[in-house]
């Protein structure tokens, strides 16, 4: 997407594959929506998210109000900026081209890192259902078959979508996350999400007139996000490239009682047999600044090493230097 100025009410659309590729930096949130009541969720270091809501059999079809309605009723309200183009409706929240245009603005992009490395930090643990990963079901009624039916699901795509993060929420709320296998970091196209979408939808439905869930399902499917945890050991290979800011356990010094440390490092080794971790300090920005702005790493910090047993990482996932 391109913005012709800011605050110009004017806005251009590109093709949408440009416009998913623009929105890496993005603070807030835009959506897409579809008439078919699916909606496409772009967060600058959150994950992108089709969701699909369930549709009542018993109720009665509503008219929706016309696009030009819409547009009015978001103009007169200020909270955001609605955009037609066809069946597709991109909703930009309030403020949104200013805070594109303030990408070049190095107090904003490190004021805004460190309120997302500490609110993502701050909620995420290993097996949390969500950017943690793994299984946290609600303990309802219907939850186990609906994991059944995902598990199904990503088996029909030959094991290639597989099912990183499943949760279920007490109102009636599904929340999946797929990795693709067959790619080297596990990040699904936006294709692969809506493929996976269509089908679990189509699987809930049916699971639906069956009675064996209940009829007002939402449905959210998306990636594992930029900041997915790594699982360790096994998938220390896979992300040996990419900065990782990791949370250990180490013994201090002067007391010899176990301390939490934490940092932002690059994967020098790692040793199955000796169950360990060899770390450096990661090229990134939040390190770099402890320099000085401006200023590379010096050499005592190129140099310095770190040895964690894998039972001390207490977290470890990607970081991502936006």
Sequence with gaps: MDLVSAGSSATQLRPFGSFIERCHFIPKPCSVTFSNFSRFSLYSTRVVSLVSHAKRRASAPQQPP??????????????????????????????????????????FQEDFEEDIFQDEEA???????????????AGMWWDKEALAIAEKVSMSFDGDLKIYAFKTSANSTIRVRIEKVSTKYGSPSMDDIQAFSTAYRTCLDEAEVAGTIPDNI?????????????????????????????????????????????????????????????????????????????????????????????????????????
């Design 66 to 107: 016309s696009k030009q309605t819409i547009l009015e009723d978001e103009a007169e309200d200020g909270e955001a900026e609605l955009i037609v183009e066809g069946d597709v409706e991109i909703e930009l929240a309030d403020g949104f081209e200013d805070e594109i245009f303030m990408e070049d603005n190095e107090d």
């Design 123 to 137: 909620n995420l643990f290993v097996g949390d259902g969500a950017a943690g990963g793994g299984i946290s079901l």
């Design 218 to 322: 939402t449905l959210e499917v998306s990636s594992p996000g930029l900041q997915r945890v790594v699982r360790i050991p096994e998938e220390l290979e896979r992300f040996k490239d990419k900065s990782m800011y990791v949370k250990y356990i180490s013994d201090d010094d002067a007391t010899a009682t176990p301390r939490e440390n934490d940092g932002v490092f690059s994967l020098i080794s790692f040793d199955m047999e000796l169950r360990q971790c060899t770390w450096g300090i990661a090229d990134v920005k939040v390190n770099r600044q402890k320099a000085g702005k401006g200023r590379p790493l010096s050499k005592k910090q190129r140099e310095w090493r770190l040895q964690t047993p894998f039972e001390s990482l207490r977290l470890v996932r990607l970081h991502s230097d936006f």
